[in-house]
């Protein structure tokens, strides 16, 4: 069975619309007016009248929202929601190589640890990823710097890579198998003339990248862990605390971040576990039952966010938690770029040479 098949555009509408039929499909759609030249994509859930357009880089939301909500009741989820062959699985669509790989960071918090998160591992396995190739890429973006390239490479279902007159997709897992099985009328081997244009396409989107990053100047991601150890006292964390506002955006819309917090409320049945998204950034984050808090400073806080990236992670999963897509930078009132605090760190630990 081949890994690679070819879909033409208007497979591709045919096969979108099957499986709306056997699917919750979601997909990215251009925001309503936007005159930039690289306008957001949000996503929604498809309608029967729906014509989904190829996505050219990632989504504003980030892939967790899918698998983990900001606010939800946890301790009667099951109950009110068994899972079973009633509820409908879901599709995601247009889902670019950043996510997946920052995904990884989330698989291994929720599922990996010495508990398995029942609710994430219900909703992962109910839920089909078909990525995309990225055509074009942000002002923000900047994957190649973490070494993740533009097009998906693991991590999905089934990869969409458009050519001139149609897709090529591509089979990553059982699950993708499974779709192009359940509708394989509507797909044909690829020839080796197709694959070489997906590379070569390719190829072309990662030099353009290229150029797009060289005047950024980032450090190497081999020296992160490096600068964020050394700079532990460094003067940045001061110098880049002054803007920030503590609105939480930063941890909020980043597709690594994770924190959550458990509370009870109060309910007319009693009372509710309910878990929510937290942020690092918040000044109550660290704060325990006595009152003490090992990050009271905003400084401290914004170290600790770097510190979990570019040393916890790389210590115990061996990648940083961070994927390049440029979302805690756009969302940042306070124009916190990420970039220009490790560049930062980088200039004062050469002058400290």
Request: aromatic share 10%; hydrophobic share 35%.
């Amino acid at each position: 069975m081949p890994s690679v098949y070819y879909i033409n555009s208007s497979n591709l509408d045919t096969f979108i619309s099957r499986l709306q039929k056997d699917f919750a499909v979601f997909a990215p759609f251009p925001r309503d007016s936007q005159t930039t030249n690289t306008p957001d994509y949000s996503y929604r859930r498809l309608n029967n009248d729906d014509r989904v357009t190829f996505n050219p880089y990632r989504s504003v939301e980030p892939l967790k929202t899918f698998f983990t909500n900001p606010s939800e009741k946890v301790c009667d989820y099951f109950n009110a929601h068994p899972p079973g062959p009633s509820e409908k699985q879901v599709v995601i669509l247009g889902v670019k190589s950043c996510d997946l790989a920052a995904h990884r960071i989330q698989d291994y918090v929720f599922l990996e640890g010495v508990e398995v998160d029942s609710l994430y591992s219900v909703r992962r396995e109910n839920t089909f990823v078909i990525s995309g190739d990225c055509t074009l890429f942000k002002p923000v973006c900047f994957c190649l710097s973490l070494d993740i390239l533009p097009h998906p490479t693991s991590g999905f279902d089934l990869n969409l890579s458009p050519l001139n007159d149609g897709y090529l997709a591509e089979v990553g897992s059982a699950k993708g198998a499974y779709l192009v099985g359940l509708y394989e009328g509507l797909f044909s081997p690829a020839k080796e003339t197709q694959v070489s244009a997906r590379q070569s396409k390719r190829e072309q989107l990662i030099e353009r990248l290229k150029k797009h990053l060289l005047p950024q100047d980032i450090p190497a991601k081999s020296e992160f862990q490096k600068l964020v150890r050394e700079g532990y006292h460094s003067e940045t964390w001061q110098q880049f605390m002054l803007t920030c506002v503590e609105c939480g955006g930063c941890n909020l819309i980043c597709d690594t971040c994770h924190c959550f917090l458990l509370a009870d409320t109060r309910e007319s049945t009693g009372f509710q576990k309910v878990r929510k998204w937290d942020s690092c950034l918040y000044a109550n984050y660290a704060r325990v039952a006595g009152g003490a808090n090992p990050l009271r400073l905003r400084a401290q806080r914004l170290r600790n966010r770097f510190m979990k990236k570019f040393d916890f992670f790389p210590d115990n999963l061996g990648i940083p938690a961070c994927c390049g897509c440029g979302r805690c930078i756009e969302v940042c009132p306070g124009k916190i770029d990420i970039r220009e605090v490790l560049k930062d760190l980088a200039v004062k630990a050469k002058a400290r040479q």
